[in-house]
């Protein structure tokens, strides 16, 4: 039998400063509408696996995230929450979502559908670390200030190359007046699975 997991690509997902923070006291350091604009355009319609760390710090009108499916990995057993499917570790949860796509509504309602093309991981640290290896795809927007934080990136290995940056040159500015840009890596180990 295959594995439902091959037939899909692990991606992940996060906004970085200069140094790498990527979290503070469990929320992002930061206030940059491009960059949520960003992450809703890429995951929107896709399944997206957190850490329960993750799921907490969401605000809860945006909980869980409208039209994903939100596959929460918690080792408490016992743990639930409206709209979250739960999962005991991240190989179970990217399983979960690659066996069959609930693409969600706009109102975070999932119907059942074909199987998931791209499956995003959104946080938190030690998530991101778990997966990084094994993961086929790397968008970063990347923040052109240095903040304080208690949650930094994970270290990419060689094998990640850079194949994307917008703006091809310089930075974008924010309404916030932020400069960031967006990068995306693929891994190329992966690619030769």
């Not at 509408?33 to 850490?51: C, N, Q, R, W, Y």
């Not at 799921?55 to 709209?83: C, H, K, M, Y």
């Not at 093309?117 to 990347?142: C, H, K, N």
Request: charged share 20%.
């Amino acid at each position: 039998m295959n594995n439902p997991a091959q037939n899909v690509s692990v991606a992940l997902i996060w906004a970085q400063s200069a140094g790498g923070v990527i979290g503070h006291d469990g929320s992002m350091p930061w206030h940059l509408p491009e960059d949520l604009a960003h992450f809703k355009s890429l995951t929107l319609g896709s399944p997206v696996i957190m850490g329960r760390k993750t799921w907490d710090s969401l605000n809860p009108r945006f909980r869980p995230l409208p039209g994903r499916r939100n596959i929460v990995v918690t080792r408490q057993e016992a743990w639930a929450a409206p709209g979250a499917e739960v999962a005991h570790s991240v190989e179970s949860a990217i399983k979960l979502a690659a066996a069959s796509d609930h693409s969600a509504d706009s109102s975070g309602t999932a119907a059942s559908g074909e199987p998931a093309a791209v499956v995003w991981v959104i946080g938190g640290a030690q998530i991101f670390s778990s997966v990084l290896e094994s993961a086929d795809r790397l968008e970063v927007t990347e923040i052109d200030k240095s903040f304080e934080g208690d949650t930094i990136a994970p270290e990419r290995g060689d094998q990640w190359m850079l194949v994307a940056r917008d703006p091809v040159e310089g930075w974008h500015t924010s309404t916030t007046e932020l400069r960031y840009r967006f990068l995306r890596y693929e891994n190329q180990r992966a690619q030769q699975r």
